[in-house]
């Protein structure tokens, strides 16, 4: 049961990564091994998935359900766009190990598959 149950989860997890569009150089081994890294995590409605110039939010995440406002403060806040389903982000601060540029906000309840550092 255990091992069907894994089985499922990495199909699932592969599945939303196929979609992900900076990922389609991988061969389909690695992004295996990206599927078994993923951790799933849960947002509520206005929790903060990533924040702008805090390194410690930086992560790559995968949207499963809900959608998220992404938001830039220079020198006020500004929307500058709105992820859901299937949508990613974090993938710059991840490759590039910088500070987020933008602070990211659950609009809704929010579950993502996320990969730290």
């Known amino acids: 049961l255990l091992s069907k149950n894994a089985f499922t989860r990495r199909n699932h997890f592969l599945s939303l990564l196929k979609n992900v569009n900076v990922l389609n150089r991988l ?29 410690e939010t930086a992560r790559f995440h995968v949207i499963e359900t809900g959608s998220v406002s992404v938001r830039i403060f220079h020198p ?19 490759m590039k190990d910088q500070p987020p540029t933008a602070t990211v906000v659950a609009l809704t309840a929010v579950d993502t598959l996320t990969l730290d550092r």
């Open 27 to 55: 061969q389909e081994y690695q992004l295996l091994m990206l599927a078994d890294a993923l951790e799933p995590m849960t947002f509520k409605a206005g929790d903060k998935l990533i924040e702008q110039g805090n390194k």
């Open 76 to 94: 006020e806040e500004k929307e500058v766009n709105r992820l859901q389903v299937g949508d990613f982000l974090g993938e710059l601060t991840l």
